[in-house]
């Protein structure tokens, strides 16, 4: 079996590149942001503060989220709705960023996540992978690049989604974000000692994928162990 955690800040790419890889390889991909989004899209939606730790810790129990994998790909289920792209939208970032920092919200996902990974090859990518969520890990990645290619990247996603989205609003977002989720005393966003770092702000995702494979490849034989 065989672990791979890549972790970075908010838009360095992180997701499409570990779900590329995971696909060349034939493995499960876990989009860990996706499971906070979730929490934080059932706080907005009900009108709940996400920086209320109280609150949301009230709410859990309320919230049953279920990951399925339909044709290859990743879907979060919300009480037995499938939520798409709704998770995706810039103020549902900022309040998976809140609830993330909440230690109830983290607690409630930590099982999940680390009982995918025990059962499955995976590639898994967030905030605290490496340091937290899989600290044995085979290969950590901490995936970073500038914050205007971020943003850059991050509008032009959301434009081809069908979302309205103003690159300045972005970038400002993504640094506000970059600051509230590496400076959190609960699981910051930071490298773990043992992570290889990088920088992929002038690669295109194919490029992206090929340069985290050929940091893998040693360990690549416990595919088939």
């Not at 955690?5 to 995971?22: E, F, N, Q, R, Y």
């Not at 990743?74 to 549902?92: A, H």
């Not at 959301?158 to 959190?184: C, I, P, T």
């Amino acid at each position: 079996m065989i672990q791979i955690a890549i972790d970075g800040p908010s838009g360095a790419g992180k997701s499409t590149v570990a779900k590329a890889l995971a696909q060349k390889l034939g493995i499960v991909y876990v989009d860990t942001g996706a499971l906070y989004r979730t929490i934080g899209y059932a706080a907005v939606t009900r009108g709940i503060s996400t920086k209320d730790a109280q609150a949301l810790e009230a709410l859990l129990p309320d919230i049953h989220i279920d990951v399925k994998y339909e044709n290859g790909v990743q879907c979060v289920y919300l009480n037995g709705e499938n939520l798409g792209d709704r998770i995706r939208r810039p103020e549902i970032s900022m309040a998976a960023s809140d609830v993330s920092a909440i230690p109830a919200v983290r607690a409630f996902l930590l099982d999940t996540q680390r009982d995918i990974a025990r059962r499955n090859n995976v590639v898994m990518d967030g905030r605290d992978i490496g340091t937290v969520i899989l600290p044995d890990a085979d290969v950590k990645i901490f995936m970073v690049a500038s914050a205007e290619a971020r943003a850059l990247r991050r509008t032009k996603e959301l434009e081809e989604k069908g979302m309205s989205a103003n690159y300045e609003d972005v970038l400002r977002e993504m640094k506000e974000r970059d600051a509230q989720d590496s400076g959190r005393a609960i699981a910051p966003a930071i490298p773990a000692p043992d992570a290889i770092h990088l920088d992929n702000s002038g690669m295109s995702v194919e490029e992206s994928v090929d340069a985290v494979i050929k940091l893998i490849e040693p360990h690549l034989n416990k595919l088939h162990a």
